[in-house]
T-cell receptor
């Protein structure tokens, strides 16, 4: 069975600090997909990134970066120079299955990030 | 804006009642997924439809059912409601039923309160 663990329940930082959100996953599949979603106070779930299991390249998008390490089954998310608008709950998610099969998402419990001015 | 629409935004009802939540996927998306977000269970997958057919089932109660119509919109029916059904219900859509480029985009959710 697949599982996603986000051990950090809450993180609080001061604006402009860097912050890393941890995500550890478990799966028996060799092909799987990892995601990060953001849930701001308004409640919607916003897609941030998708990473395939066969692509271990790290990715940077503006102030966001992601570090995928298969050896430790981790997919960590770093926000550089955090801003108040980054305050939200961040979810890591996993989907597995062979091509053509359903890809339901298994979510972690989320990390509440609060960025203080 | 993800392009996925859900109605209503809020729903308040009483125990024992039945409600219907509606979802319209992004243009071109064939797959619709339903998820429930509650304080004690977190975000949980309920059910998926692909082009009108049920594709996968998760932790969906027998009191709940769903369908996807020919125009690809989907409805989630919740009956004999209990206090514990109070939650945020999300619909998501994706292009296909699973592929190398498949990503689920979520609607704004329907907040259900059962009194």
């Amino acid at each position: 069975a697949q599982k996603v663990t986000q051990a950090q329940t809450e993180i609080s930082v001061v604006e402009k600090e860097d912050v890393t959100l941890d995500c550890v996953y478990e799966t028996r599949d060799t092909t799987y997909y990892l995601f990060w979603y953001k849930q701001p106070p308004s409640g919607e779930l916003v897609f941030l990134i998708r990473r395939n299991s066969f692509d271990e390249q790290n990715e940077i998008s503006g102030r966001y970066s992601w570090n995928f390490q298969k050896s430790t089954s981790s997919f960590n998310f770093t926000i550089t120079a955090s801003q108040v608008v980054d305050s939200a709950v961040y979810f890591c998610a996993l989907s597995e299955g062979t091509s053509g099969s359903a890809r339901q998402l298994t979510f972690g419990s989320g990390t509440q990030l609060t960025v203080l001015p | 804006d993800s392009g996925v629409t859900q109605t209503p935004k809020h729903l308040i009802t009483a125990t024992g009642q039945r409600v219907t939540l509606r979802c319209s996927p992004r243009s071109g998306d064939l797959s619709v997924y339903w998820y429930q977000q509650s304080l004690d269970q977190g975000l949980q997958f309920l059910i998926q439809y692909y082009n009108g057919e049920e594709r996968a089932k998760g932790n969906i109660l027998e009191r709940f059912s769903a369908q996807q119509f020919p125009d690809l919109h989907s409805e989630l029916n919740l009956s004999s409601l209990e206090l514990g059904d109070s939650a945020l219900y999300f619909c998501a859509s994706s292009v296909a039923a699973g592929g190398n480029l498949d990503t689920q985009y979520f609607g704004p959710g329907t907040r259900l309160t059962v009194l």
